[in-house]
């Protein structure tokens, strides 16, 4: 099975960097997701990141350690459209297979 | 279209009634997916298609719920015999790789 945790709510202030954290285990590793859901929104995709290390993407960067089961989703230069749920996901298995999320964590931000 | 479709996007039935939610996926993707998504939670999963073909079902919460995608795009999930528990936000994402994107979801509500 799995499992994945990451913290339910942080505020963070315009213009400044934040960093979400998302634990992770798995019976079989198959990459991991980020999506940003906006209130009343669908989530739509980030990242997903396969190998250990930082990928960057405009303003926002996900980082992956394998050996940790540990994930951040780094978003800089914070704007109000920023505030919005974070979603950590992984898929059961390789290949085209359901995600299994967490809970989401919800950004505010606030100037 | 450009982007997964739903519809309806709201639906209010009575208690009883039986209710059919539709999910039109992004053309050529081959997978495409049902989840249930409780206010503050992250999407759970029901149920996936590849192709025509179910995969599997595991996350459909009883015999009242089916799903079935015919002619391998438009899917259509049922709920037989609503009842006030089923009252959810539930979306339809598709991929054609690991990647998902998600439609704008149908709103049930069930007196």
């Known amino acids: 099975g799995q499992n994945i945790d990451q913290p339910t709510e942080m505020t963070a202030t315009e213009g400044a960097i934040v960093q979400i954290n998302c634990t992770y285990q798995?019976?079989?590793?198959?990459?991991l997701f980020w999506y940003q859901q906006h209130a009343g929104e669908a989530p739509t995709f980030l990242s997903y990141n396969v190998l250990d290390g930082l990928e960057e993407k405009g303003r926002f960067s996900s980082f992956l350690s394998r050996s940790k089961g540990y994930s951040y989703l780094l978003l800089k230069e914070l704007q109000m459209k920023d505030s919005a749920s974070y979603l950590c996901a992984a898929p059961w298995n390789s290949g085209n297979t359901p995600l299994v999320f967490g809970k989401g964590t919800r950004l505010s931000v606030i100037a | 279209g450009a982007g997964v479709s739903q519809s309806p996007r709201y639906k209010v039935t009575k208690r009883g009634q039986d209710v059919a939610l539709r999910c039109d996926p992004i053309?050529?993707?081959?997978?495409l997916y049902w989840y249930r998504q409780a206010l503050g939670q992250g999407p759970e999963f029901l149920t996936y298609?590849?192709?025509?073909?179910?995969?599997?079902k595991s996350g459909l919460p009883n015999d009242r719920f089916s799903a079935e995608r015919p002619e391998g795009s438009i899917s259509t999930l049922t709920i037989q015999r609503t009842e006030q528990r089923d009252s959810a936000m539930y979306r339809c994402a598709s991929s054609k790789d690991q990647t998902q994107y998600f439609g704008p979801g149908t709103r049930l509500l069930v007196l």
């Open positions: 798995t019976s079989g590793f198959n990459g």
């Open positions: 053309s050529g993707h081959v997978s």
């Open positions: 298609f590849n192709y025509e073909a179910q995969q599997d």
